[in-house]
């Protein structure tokens, strides 16, 4: 039995009739009824008792109808679920954050333009958001980079400047900047080693011979603040996302030449999605919102793949 065949059956079930059934399927009647009839003698039975223009269902028929509502139903239903992603009336969304600040915004706007779209968010540091997106595991990311591989495709909406944390009280709390060798034997409190805040810190004191005097490791910039207003050391940290704390002092680094953007990025196999297009869409147009409070946006780097 193929397609084409039980389609033709339970069209003519359906409609009570060959002609009904051609002009539901937008066929010639004589090809519906070729394909009941291949149908009934490639497995010699009579779905159909002919009396007549009348049609009645045979037991086998009948049976075979009970079967078919149900396989046309779940493809009715499959068409339904993509049809509605397409439409963005439905589906759901795979989304990955390196921070909760910039990502609540934008899944707020995001939902109130879909509210029928279902967000899953999955927040992890950069590298294991890129790899997330690497292996189909989510399907956009809100993520730090200094530049994005030939994989990927993004978005820069922020520039990220690094800076060192310390606590209120401290003794450099009044400095507007400092150098990098002045690190040297200060306590130093550090993401995990895949953090991409952590790299970029560890590479600017390689590239000035300091060696940083680690204190602490801990899994998020949450917690890391919290240790640096506790006074268990410094702390370097990416300026974009944070609000302020009256515990904690930014201090520039002088001598570190970081240039890092948030992105909003995805698989470039992956961008013609409507519901990824949707979501990079919706970062675009909140820029001048979050302009509005003070956060930095230059413009967007774009260049669609």
Known sequence: MNYTQLRAFH???????FTRAADFLNVTQPAVTRQIKALEEDY????FHRRGHHLELTESGQNLYTVSQRIFGLIKEAGDIVS??????????????????????????FKEQYPSMALTVSM??????????????????????????AEFFGVAFTRL??????????????RKSISLDMLKGQPIILRETTSTTRQLFMQALE?????????????????VREAVAAGLGLAPELVGGMRRDERLHRISIANAPVICHEYI?????????????????TVKALAPV???????WPNAIDARP
Request: a negative charge; glycine letters at 8%.
């Open 290 to 296: 979050l302009a509005e409070r003070q956060i930095v």
């Open 207 to 223: 590239d000035v011979g300091v060696t940083a005097t680690v204190v602490m490791e801990l899994r998020n910039q949450v917690a």
């Open 161 to 174: 400047d690094l800076v060192l944390l310390v606590p209120d009280g401290h003794p450099w709390c009044r």
């Open 11 to 17: 069209a003519v079930a359906t409609t009570g009739g």
């Open 44 to 47: 010699g039975i009579a779905l």
């Open 265 to 281: 990025a995805c698989r470039k196999d992956r961008y013609s999605l409507h519901k990824v297009q949707a979501f990079f869409d």
């Open 124 to 149: 992890d540091n950069a590298n294991e958001l890129f790899r997330a997106l690497g292996n189909f595991e989510i399907d956009v990311a809100i993520v730090t980079a200094v530049d994005l591989t």
């Open 84 to 109: 509605g992603e397409s439409e963005l009336r439905g589906g759901s969304l795979r989304v990955g954050a390196d921070s909760p600040f910039y990502i609540m915004e934008i899944l707020a706007a």
